[in-house]
T-cell receptor
């Protein structure tokens, strides 16, 4: 079974803090993604990566950065946390199969609260 | 700009009856459509998909219908079971959008025993 793990299930931080969210997948997937889930807005893509050291902006990258130094690990960084970044953060990975679409496998999520 | 929309935030259905979850999209370039299911405290898991060249795909109790002209898809669950109670997200993707997934806002389904 594909396993995507996220470093924390719940996190509480203060405004202005630098926050690191870690995601690790164990299936050698090329693609990794960070989403945030908010009520009434669904899942929105923040950043994604198709390979080590590569990153692409999603729909809402402002206030975030990412790092992919190793294939299995994709980190989301909030440079200076703000209250509007309080959300559920979901990491996903997918293989590069050459099919028309690649199934994304999700981690359990990190509920981040910024005070 | 929400390209994939689920206009019903919640739905309650009696056990054994049919659940119908709806999804609308705006981008005619989407090639594939998927449904994901999410339980509380878990990440979404893939449920069923459909290609834009088809109008129906069935997998056990789950059937997805696609109406391209109306830019509308629906997920039918028959018969509904209490274990189906979850949030359902539809998603759309395609080569013209770089295979990026666009998710809807989700519909919370409650199946009443």
């Amino acid at each position: 079974d594909v396993k995507v793990t996220q470093s924390s299930r719940y996190l509480v931080k203060r405004t202005g803090e630098k926050v690191f969210l870690e995601c690790v997948q164990d299936m050698d997937h090329e693609n990794m993604f960070w989403y945030r889930q908010d009520p009434g807005l669904g899942l929105r893509l923040i950043y994604f990566s198709y390979d080590v050291k590569m990153k692409e902006k999603g729909d809402i990258p402002e206030g975030y950065s990412v790092s992919r130094e190793k294939k299995e690990r994709f980190s989301l960084i909030l440079e200076s946390a703000s209250t509007n970044q309080t959300s559920m953060y979901l990491c996903a990975s997918s293989p590069r199969t050459g099919n028309a679409w690649d199934e994304q496998f999700f981690g359990p999520g990190t509920r981040l609260t910024v005070l | 700009d929400q390209q994939v929309k689920q206009n019903s935030p919640s739905l309650s259905v009696q056990e054994g009856r049919i659940s119908i979850l709806n999804c609308d999209y705006t981008n005619s370039m989407f090639d594939y459509f998927l449904w994901y299911k999410k339980y509380p405290a878990e990440g979404p898991t893939f449920l069923i998909s459909i290609s834009s060249i088809k109008d129906k795909n069935e997998d056990g109790r789950f059937t997805v219908f696609l109406n391209k002209s109306a830019k509308h898809l629906s997920l039918h669950i028959v018969p509904s079971q209490p274990g189906d109670s979850a949030v359902y997200f539809c998603a759309a993707t395609g080569t013209s959008v770089g295979n990026q997934f666009y998710f809807g806002t989700g519909t919370s389904l409650t199946v009443i025993p």
